[in-house]
């Protein structure tokens, strides 16, 4: 089965840049699109990439997602972190079923 | 602006049936896919089901297939699961989803 792996946590210090990995189990990762959702505590998830690196409007351009075939991985890069970035962030794509998977998430401490 | 607002969650007996259901809002419904995801408590994000823009192609988590249904109506902008057969470990916050556009979501919780 097709998994999605995350650090457990991360943390960085404010207006510091922080990225976040996504690594696919198998396949091509660049095969589906990636999301990326936020998730503050005691919050519905938020999208902060969609379709790789798409921010919605209102996502802040600080955010960025890429595609690194490589390594089989997707990032989150997040610059200039602030305090209220602070909360969970989970990378989502699909299996060769189209079957979505998320990734385990991953929750970023600023600090 | 786009919503999605899920209804239809509460508490009931493992075994017994829940239909959620998910107004939609703001965009054009009949031309996005739409999703069900799930957070048990404490728990990661699960991704549920999807279905395609116009209803014709459903997929399925192997954790739910032969007990739920994703179905729609466009008509109505609406979206629903149907959960049959429920379980204990289908206790959790169920939130619609067409990214990226989420619902607040509904609990779900199943206890006798």
């Known amino acids: 089965n097709f998994m999605l792996t995350q650090p457990h946590s991360v943390s960085e210090s404010p207006g510091k840049t922080v990225t976040i990995s996504c690594t696919g189990s198998s396949g091509s990762i660049a095969s589906n699109y990636v999301q990326w959702y936020q998730q503050r505590p005691g919050s519905a998830p938020t999208t902060v990439i969609y379709e790789d690196n798409q921010r919605p409007s209102g996502v802040p351009d600080r955010f960025s997602g890429s595609i690194d075939s490589s390594s089989n991985s997707a990032s989150l890069t997040i610059s200039g972190l602030k305090t209220e970035d602070e909360a969970d962030y989970y990378c989502q794509s699909y299996d060769s079923s189209n079957q979505g998977v998320f990734g385990g998430g991953t929750k970023l401490t600023v600090l | 602006q786009v919503q999605l607002v899920e209804s239809g969650g509460g508490v009931v007996q493992p075994g017994r049936s829940l239909r959620l259901s998910c107004a939609a809002s703001g965009f054009t419904f009949s031309s996005y896919g739409m999703h069900w995801v799930r957070q048990a408590p404490g728990k990661g994000l699960e991704w549920v089901a999807v279905i395609s823009y116009d209803g014709s192609n459903k997929y399925y988590a192997d954790s739910v297939k032969g007990r739920f249904t994703i179905s729609r109506d466009n008509s109505k902008n609406t979206l629903y699961l149907q959960m049959n057969s429920l379980r204990a470990e289908d206790t959790a916050v169920y939130y619609c989803?067409?990214?990226?556009?989420w619902g607040q979501g509904t609990m779900v919780t199943v206890s006798s």
């Open positions: 989803a067409s990214p990226p556009a």
